[in-house]
């Protein structure tokens, strides 16, 4: 099977409504996805292990996300690049909501949901707000930086591919009291302690990366 034909399979399976067969097929591929069978062209292979490394859940979202990120309107030029962006972001976040609602990885009102099953929220940033799990951390991460839920499923690809030792597993999906798109993800908890600008930029240097904007 090419590239064309791979994702005309997923689209097809979105548009039927995640049928049976079709929920099989998603599996089947993520399955081929997380072996390295099927190729990700979008990915380096250390991303594509870091996307894998978020689990089953983020593998078929990353995949619903990809096959509608391009599919844009008949009437798309006439929108401006922000209209554009939310534009996929719906189609992105309506084929990820049907899918999550019939495996049952979807959380309606997420804000109530999670302090009554998985522990109290601890802290809350423009990322995410965070729940105490025990031995790990739960996180409602919302598209603020993103728009699209492409780009933050990305964002936890390279996360896993660059920190493996406290990698995001996406657990599933869910709205909060706004209807606002939540992914829902858990990581281990380290108790550490504080470093200085300096020692992370001394770390991200090791790593091969440059600091471009010391403001942020």
């Given at each position: 099977m090419n590239s064309a034909?791979?994702?005309?399979?997923?689209?097809?399976?979105i548009a039927e409504g995640f049928t049976p067969e079709g929920l099989q097929k998603l599996d089947t591929y993520a399955a081929e996805f997380i072996s390295g069978r099927l190729v990700y062209q979008r990915f380096s292979p250390q991303e594509q292990h870091g996307c894998a490394a978020g689990g089953h859940a983020n593998v078929v979202a990353s995949l619903l996300a990809g096959a509608e990120a391009g599919a844009d309107s008949e009437s798309a030029s006439a929108r401006s690049d922000y209209e554009r962006e939310c534009q996929r972001a719906a189609r992105q976040e309506a084929a990820i909501e049907q899918w999550a609602r019939a495996v049952g990885l979807w959380t309606d009102n997420?804000?109530?949901?999670?302090?009554?099953?998985?522990g109290e929220q601890i802290a809350e940033g423009g990322e995410a707000k965070v729940y105490d799990h025990g031995a790990t951390l739960i996180k409602s991460i919302g598209l603020d930086y993103f728009i699209q839920p492409i780009f933050a499923l990305d964002r936890i690809a390279l996360h896993n591919a660059y920190f493996p030792e406290t990698r995001l597993t996406v657990l599933g999906f869910g709205r909060d009291s706004r209807g606002v798109f939540k992914i829902i993800a858990e990581q281990p908890f380290i108790d550490g302690q504080p470093v200085s600008d300096d020692e992370i930029d001394e770390y991200m240097h090791q790593m091969g990366f440059k600091l471009k904007n010391p403001s942020n």
């Open positions: 034909d791979f994702w005309a399979s997923v689209r097809t399976v997420v804000e109530q949901s999670l302090p009554l099953s998985l």
